[in-house]
């Protein structure tokens, strides 16, 4: 079994920053990738960005230059940087792992940003 626990969400200004993290723990073999996605109300849950195991991150157009995400493979952890942000940018961030063709997902973490 796998448990994703993230943290770092809260409430912040149009144009500051925040940063989620993001720890696996449990029976992890193979991790394939890891990202973050997001959910507002009455949306569909959506792509943030992801790492694939040895490839480059992707990332979503509405995020490209002001989020980055990053992966510790030691810790298996992710993180996503979030700078410059907007009201838009408000949801709930979940944490994505896949491993052997499974995946798992996070409680999520509630990111609210004011105008």
């Known amino acids: 079994q796998v448990q994703l626990v993230e943290s770092g969400g809260g409430l912040v200004q149009a144009g500051g920053s925040l940063r989620l993290s993001c720890a696996a723990s449990?029976?992890?073999?193979?991790?394939?990738?890891m990202g973050w996605y997001r959910q507002a109300p009455g949306n569909q849950r959506e792509l943030v960005a992801a790492i694939i195991s040895g490839g480059s991150p992707n990332y979503a157009d509405s995020v490209k230059g002001r989020f980055f995400i990053s992966r510790d493979n030691v810790k298996n952890a992710v993180y996503l940087q979030m700078n410059s942000l907007k009201p838009e940018d408000t949801a709930v961030y979940y944490c994505k792992l896949v491993a052997r063709g499974y995946a798992y997902w996070g409680q999520g973490t509630q990111v609210t940003v004011s105008s």
């Open positions: 449990g029976s992890i073999f193979s991790i394939n990738s």
